[in-house]
């Protein structure tokens, strides 16, 4: 088609040059899901998002970027919602497709879309006419965390920089800004009145009077799901930044132990929920929680495989790797606070954890905690700006050996625990000086010790009435220590019915074969 106007016809020309470089599936797809998100179509919406977008990608762009949004925009018109949730999608599948990770100004245009989109969300006098999915929705919190967490360890890698790109990050400080980051989920939690919702559901309220408590906001599913998420997400953003009295704090309307749970809807938000709120327990040294949390979550993942299945590789990846961490966590727990699990899970462990590293952590190693530490810990933030003058300096490592090397003076007090406790276990009673001998330790040097132990099983413990699940207790009477072994006997019962079973299903299976 020819206008007579060579400045439109070079124009016209030069879109249907970019159209013809987009296959034809990729095409279709854009316009059906453009279609779907204009119509409200929620089923179709999760069905192209989940599915459509990873087959896809995996056939036409396994290295390389998306079409860009400008030529996204000659097909579907000027709609400005659909092209920043399109840029959403664009700049996610760069982050986790591109070798060497994304540029810097692939960095910025991403946090500005992010902007556009919770202004967008934010700044409306009323809600905004947009239906997502659950899955979506938590996509979009989870990722805009995780870049804001890969540009402040970005921001920290100097070495490699020219001077031109660390001129752009001294000249913007509120680009991926912590504060920037906190207020939006703040204000998604504030605008949608998830805590007053959560405490009134909790409280037995009922479903009208939980809707006047949630307001106009509140009422909107994109709002209400977009603000529990971002509980979730204050949970994960205030433990990067070591403060876990204040990560636990934030989910003080969520019981995690609750199977209605929102986030059981969407397997990734449980597991980072569980992930975060069991490495808090872990670091606050209440090692009875953590074991609960990590076991719960692990046991449920094994019981629940075929149903947690994810679409794309990705993410398949990233569980897999979380519940790696999850079992070197869960490990390290158990060596300081040692009280039965699940003998599948045990089992589980054996096989994902270096048996070496096992070893080695019972002996009580310090190189082996600090191994299996630095594995199972989530990458830590600074959220103060690094040195820019310091350009042959790498600091992105040091909010997590900070915090290794917190976690490690903590072990240093209690190295001589696990000896005591083994001792412990071969007798009723005990002289305190006979105990000290056998350390090698003078009395008064070891008296400290063993209290410093019974401190230790106190803090440990979620609640009083778990004393019986320790291995081992005790209690000291002037000169004399008296021990109850409250071990539970392992139920050989329960485990030879279970492998019976499992012998007469094989039999079964096998008589069909034939």
């Excluded at 938000?269 to 609960?292: E, P």
């Excluded at 007090?413 to 001998?437: E, H, N, W």
Aim: hydrophobic share 35%.
């Amino acid at each position: 088609m020819h206008t007579g106007d060579p400045n439109l016809d070079r124009e016209y020309e030069m879109k249907a040059h970019v159209m013809q470089q987009i296959p034809d599936p990729v095409v279709k797809y854009i316009r059906s899901f453009h279609h779907a998100v204009c119509n409200a179509d929620i089923y179709e919406i999760e069905n192209l998002y989940e599915n459509g977008w990873n087959q896809l990608s995996e056939r036409h762009y396994t290295s390389e970027s998306w079409p860009n949004p400008e030529s996204i925009r000659d097909l579907i018109g000027e709609d400005t919602t659909f092209l920043i949730l399109y840029k959403e999608l664009y700049f996610r599948h760069i982050y986790a497709k591109s070798q060497g990770g994304p540029t810097q100004d692939e960095r910025l245009c991403s946090y500005y879309n992010y902007c556009d989109l919770f202004n967008h969300i934010l700044s409306a006098k009323g809600p905004v006419t947009l239906e997502l999915p659950n899955q979506w929705l938590y996509d979009i919190i989870d990722e805009f965390i995780y870049q804001f967490q890969t540009y402040t360890q970005y921001k920290c890698k100097l070495v490699k920089k020219t001077s031109e790109e660390i001129e752009i990050l001294r000249n913007n400080p509120k680009i991926w800004n912590i504060h920037s980051v906190l207020n939006v989920l703040h204000s998604l939690v504030e605008k949608s009145n998830i805590n007053e919702q959560l405490k009134a559901y909790n409280e037995g309220k009922n479903q009208q009077e939980i809707s006047e408590i949630a307001g106009e906001f509140g009422r909107c599913s994109l709002y209400k799901m977009l603000g529990y998420f971002s509980l979730i997400g204050l949970l994960r953003l205030h433990s990067l930044l070591g403060d876990y009295h204040l990560a636990l704090s934030v989910l003080e309307h969520i019981n995690i132990n609750k199977g209605s749970n929102v986030y059981s809807r969407v397997p990734e938000c449980q597991m980072t929920t569980y992930y975060y709120v069991g490495f808090a327990y872990m670091m606050m040294h209440k090692y009875q929680d953590a074991i609960n949390t990590f076991s719960s979550i692990l046991t449920y993942i094994q019981r629940s495989k075929n149903t947690m299945q994810r679409s794309s590789q990705y993410k398949s990846d990233m569980m897999n790797k979380k519940t790696d961490q999850m079992l070197h966590l869960l490990a390290l727990c158990q060596s300081f606070y040692p009280v039965r699990i699940d003998e599948l899970l045990v089992q589980t462990m054996k096989e994902r954890v270096p048996a070496d590293r096992l070893q080695r952590l019972q002996k009580g190693d310090k190189q082996a905690l600090e191994e299996i530490f630095t594995y199972g810990c989530p990458k830590f933030l600074s959220p103060v700006a690094p040195n820019f003058d310091a350009v042959h300096q790498n600091s992105h490592k040091e909010p997590t050996n900070h915090q290794c090397k917190v976690f490690l003076e903590d072990v240093d007090q209690q190295i001589q625990l696990p000896i005591i406790r083994s001792y412990l276990k071969l007798y009723s009673t005990m002289p305190v000086a006979k105990l000290s001998a056998f350390l090698d330790l003078k009395e008064e040097e070891f008296i400290p010790q063993l209290m410093c132990l019974k401190t230790k099983m106190m803090n440990a413990r979620s609640s009083g009435d778990e004393e019986d699940s320790l291995e081992v207790d005790f209690y000291i009477d002037e000169d004399m220590i008296h021990i109850a072994n409250t071990k539970i006997e392992r139920g050989y019962a329960d485990y030879f019915i279970k492998q019976i079973s499992k012998f007469d299903e094989l039999n079964r299976h096998a008589a069909s074969l034939k």
